[in-house]
């Protein structure tokens, strides 16, 4: 199942590890959505609500565990790279170690905290109720939603992206036929939402062990493995910590912006939210390509190829890129239509017009900077990711959106400008890094003239 990244077409490695990824993504974005669908068509209002509100909370807690989990992908994929297998086991074992004892932790800590969460979150007071129930079981899941994720970064680190994507495909599967199930023929309602989401995630889990278990990985874990060491569990923390937080942080910046909208009326607030999921799905390809450029830099780096890492993210800078810019074009001319597609309101599909054209941009320059913040990650520097994220969105983001809303109260144009003038901001950040850092000989290897033929031949 180890597969070496560090050989052959650099271009090849990129797209054969990242298109099962991007599936990755896609069902995990289709097995988000499957429960407010389902329950949609056998419930009312506050059940509705009751699974919108307690999804945004576990979406939120899934995307800081996934981060969390690149540290263990990049972790053991230096140690593939350099061919250390024992290394390797070892940090397997502590992956699964600290990652048990993580989940066990935060599943006390919300079931705790449950009612206050309901609470932050304004809910309104008929779905109340409901959303502590999905919100109670979804937490009692959690070591399983941690598990998966975590075999899924083991996985990853070893070079292998497509059983990761077979095993979101059984959850996702699972979890439609168990909310029909729940939901439609026991009317469980919010309740049979959470109970398929958790069982779904337990049914992957499950197959993931039985793929492990079956197959020969090429690492040998020993009793030892497992038991807690200072180095790999401080090299997984060193850079997952910061990348979990960033994506918190980008998450409440999602949730700000919302209530901005909201204050705006009706219309303005529902072309937001349609929007939102629009980008979400654009978003899937800058989003594979950070994960793959960790992974793969991971590797090459662990083997001493620095070349090939600077490679893989100039290849990955330029797919990212080019597709960031021509999805930005198309949705020049057909915005209005794939709004529309959401909505037969007339005042709310050129509203998301307005704010999708001008959102959109931020998937091109996004794409640049996700690249490099998976290169960062791959050297251990993912404070990098953090600071400039968390400088966009302080400085960017959050009070253009309050501004634009404020000043530009008929139109959402200006609005949506402050994402893609965030991440300019994180690309300028990112690219005076990337300088210094190969300056100062933190990062070899150039850029992509230099990558291509320096130091060692690279096969593109």
Excluded at 47 to 71: D, K, N, P, R
Excluded at 122 to 128: G, K
Aim: glycine letters at 10%; charged letters at 10%; a positive charge.
């Amino acid at each position: 199942m180890e597969k070496d990244l560090t050989t052959g077409s650099v271009f090849k490695n990129i797209v054969f590890f990242s298109l099962p990824y991007l599936l990755s993504y896609f069902l995990q974005t289709l097995y988000g959505m499957a429960d407010l669908f389902i329950i949609g068509q056998f419930n009312g209002v506050d059940s509705i609500t009751a699974v919108s509100v307690g999804s945004q909370v576990m979406h939120m807690l899934t995307v800081m565990i996934v981060g969390l989990a690149m540290g263990a992908t990049v972790t053991i994929g230096k140690a593939v790279g350099a061919k250390q297998s024992r290394q390797a086991a070892l940090t397997v074992g502590n992956t699964i170690t600290l990652f048990m004892g993580v989940s066990a932790a935060v599943m006390v800590l919300l079931l705790v905290l449950v009612k206050p969460i309901v609470s932050v979150m304004s809910t309104p007071a008929e779905a109340v109720f409901e959303t502590v129930i999905y919100l109670t079981i979804c937490f009692v899941g959690i070591p399983f939603i941690t598990a998966y994720n975590m075999i899924s970064s083991i996985f990853r680190g070893l070079g292998d992206s497509k059983s990761p994507m077979y095993f979101i495909a059984v959850a996702c599967a699972a979890n439609i036929v168990l909310d029909y199930l729940l939901i439609g023929v026991f009317r469980l309602g919010a309740a049979g939402a959470a109970l398929g989401t958790t069982l779904s995630q337990t049914i992957s889990v499950i197959v993931a062990l039985a793929v492990i278990f079956k197959r020969k990985t090429g690492i040998i874990l020993k009793k030892e493995d497992f038991k807690p060491q200072a180095e790999p569990m401080g090299q997984i923390l060193k850079i997952g910590i910061p990348v979990a937080l960033q994506d918190g942080f980008i998450q409440i910046a999602f949730i700000v912006i919302t209530v901005i909208a909201n204050r705006r009326g009706l219309n303005d607030a529902a072309a937001v939210g349609i929007v939102e999921k629009i980008i979400g799905m654009v978003f899937l390809v800058p989003s594979t390509m950070l994960s793959t450029v960790s992974a793969l830099s991971a590797q090459n780096i662990g083997a001493g190829k620095h070349d090939r890492a600077a490679a893989t993210l100039c290849y990955a800078v330029l797919m990212a890129a080019g597709f960031g810019l021509a999805v930005s074009v198309a949705i020049q001319f057909a915005g209005y239509g794939v709004v529309g597609m959401f909505t037969d309101e007339t005042k709310v599909i050129i509203l998301g017009d307005q704010y999708l054209r001008a959102y959109i941009w931020d998937c091109m320059f996004a794409g640049i900077h996700f690249c490099f913040s998976g290169y960062f990650c791959a050297y251990g520097l993912s404070g990098i990711s953090f600071f400039h994220n968390v400088l966009s969105i302080i400085l960017m983001r959050i009070p253009g959106a309050f501004l634009a809303s404020k000043y530009f109260t008929d139109t959402l144009y200006p609005m949506g400008l402050a994402a893609p003038g965030g991440s300019l901001l994180s690309v300028l950040v990112c690219i005076i890094a990337f300088l210094l850092l190969r300056t100062r000989g933190n990062c070899r290897g150039g850029g992509l003239k230099d990558s291509l033929n320096g130091g060692e031949k690279i096969t593109d």
